[in-house]
């Protein structure tokens, strides 16, 4: 069955901005990791698969069961990257940066020097300057639609019991009972599915790298924090097969079907650790602003249980749409603008700052916790189908499609929990904001943040020095 998101993709896609080419002809053989794995089809796939022009040739039979294993075949990244390359078999499969997980192109009309061309295009103007395609007065409002583990390592955390599966139902969403409250929005399918996508969305704009920190070849332990679906944990375990990597969320919706190297616990991370100390080579972070409440201590653990050497990195949105236009900023009475306001005030009331992901914090964070050789740099995420970059234009469809499917998830929990709204002022407030954001002429995007850090590699220790008590005082 195809979920709203995948319809409004498709519905874009084959609109006036066909311009996303992919390959509908997957061979079996061909399923994703993620299929592979055991976890349902996401959004993201199924988008991607819908938004299509008419579809070429069907991709070559696969290679024969004597060839590499198939979690061998992974995805090259751009000149610069710390991934590891794959194996000879698989290097014709997954020449470019632009495919699926399953090896097709997302834009097969084009050569594979077309692609890289583009991809880094898109790279260079997200951390620059998108450029807006020319769109006339019909493009301005765009209206299309677009295992667990039970040796856990601290007191509060647990195996996925019964306890834990009773969820919490509110305003017709379900969310997770484990500390219940502690993160504001739902976890059933749908937001699932949201979650997946922005997953996929985030990979396409950074050339299908799932991180910037230089952690070589061979890490042996990776910490997943607020790991969600588990998407990420999973294809890092695919990718790194020596490395034994850990998701940790409030929630306990990962698939039960998984690389051998990955696991995942019911855990708060903002509880105290009981995780060995410098035990882990990379700890990881993406999309966890709208939860964390204490970031100051959330690095401050992180660099207690990481090795000397290892490195933290931290994925961050900053949920305050800004334009392209001179001015750089989208009107405070601006639908979309007057939306996040009134989140980031609800949340602001239950212990959250959404703007923690701007302005230097998380840097500076890391900074005084002791973290050194640290890096920030900053992606523009468009909204909608205005950048001219066929990568950009596809990463703008992806996340105006995640926004507009994530309302009720986003607005509900702030506004009824913090502002105590009731849900028919929520969803009252949610119609001119739906229509919002489909105002392609304002040039809106939102900052992606990626800021990571290493622990040095011989630890700095703090010490108190006392003077000697007076002359016949008592030790």
Same mark, same amino acid.
């Given at each position: ?6 319809? *409004? ?7 006036? &901005? ?13 399923? @994703? ?6 976890? *349902? ?28 294993? *198939? ?47 583009? #991809? ?25 639609? #677009? ?52 997953? #996929? ?31 990420? +944990? ?49 700890? &990881? ?17 992180? /660099? ?20 392209? *236009? ?30 923690? +992901? ?55 929990? @702030? ?21 919002? /954001?489909?105002?392609? +002429? ?28 007076? +002359?016949?005082?008592?030790?």
């Amino acid at each position: 069955m195809i979920s709203s998101a995948d319809e *409004r993709v498709r519905n874009a896609g084959n609109g006036q &901005h066909g311009d996303v080419d992919v390959d509908e002809h997957r061979d079996p053989a061909e399923t @994703p990791e993620a299929f592979r794995h055991g976890q *349902r089809q996401t959004a993201a796939t199924a988008a991607v698969a819908a938004a299509s022009s008419p579809p070429p040739p069907p991709p070559p039979p696969p290679p024969p069961s004597s060839s590499s294993p *198939r979690h061998e075949d992974k995805p090259h990244s751009m000149s610069g990257s710390c991934c590891v390359a794959s194996s000879s078999s698989s290097s014709s499969r997954l020449a470019s940066p632009l495919t699926h997980p399953n090896g097709t192109s997302i834009f097969p009309s084009l050569s594979t020097t077309e692609q890289q061309d583009i #991809a880094r295009e898109a790279l260079s103007q997200a951390q620059d300057a998108i450029v807006a395609d020319t769109f006339d007065e019909e493009m301005v409002r765009d209206e299309s639609d #677009a295992g667990y583990s039970s040796d856990g390592f601290s007191s509060g955390s647990t195996s996925a019991e019964s306890s834990v599966r009773d969820y919490l139902y509110e305003n017709g969403r379900r969310y997770h009972r484990f500390r219940e409250g502690s993160y504001n929005f739902p976890n059933d399918d749908v937001e699932q599915e949201r979650e997946d996508m922005k997953h #996929a969305m985030v990979r396409l704009l950074c050339s299908q790298k799932l991180l910037f920190a230089p952690i070589g070849e061979h890490p042996q332990q990776i910490l997943d924090i607020g790991t969600g679906t588990g998407i990420w +944990a999973i294809e890092v375990g695919d990718q790194f097969p020596s490395a034994h990597v850990l998701g940790v969320d409030l929630s306990p919706i990962q698939p039960d079907w998984l690389p051998p190297n990955v696991r995942f616990l019911v855990d708060d991370v903002e509880s105290t650790w009981l995780y060995p100390r410098n035990h882990f080579d990379y700890i &990881h972070s993406r999309h966890t602003v709208m939860a964390v409440r204490d970031w100051r201590r959330l690095f401050r653990q992180a /660099y207690q249980h990481l090795k000397p050497g290892g490195w933290i990195e931290v994925q961050e949105i900053h949920h305050k749409p800004r334009s392209a *236009r001179p001015q750089g900023t989208v009107p405070q009475d601006h639908a979309v603008a007057q939306f996040w306001s009134r989140v980031n005030e609800g949340l602001t009331t239950l212990g959250v700052d959404l703007d923690r +992901a701007s302005g230097g914090f998380l840097a500076q964070a890391m900074r005084d916790e002791g973290l050194v050789n640290l890096t920030e740099r900053v992606f523009h995420v468009p909204i909608g189908t205005w950048p001219k970059n066929k990568v950009l234009k596809t990463v703008g469809l992806y996340w105006r499609t995640i926004l507009l499917d994530g309302l009720q998830a986003i607005a509900l929990g @702030p506004l009824t929990r913090g502002l105590r709204w009731n849900r028919d002022q929520v969803e009252l407030f949610l119609m001119d904001v739906r229509r919002a /954001y489909h105002d392609n +002429a304002a040039l809106m995007y939102m900052p992606l943040h990626i800021v990571y850090a290493q622990k040095p590699e011989v630890s700095v220790f703090r010490c108190h020095v006392f003077s000697s008590p007076p +002359a016949g005082s008592i030790s």
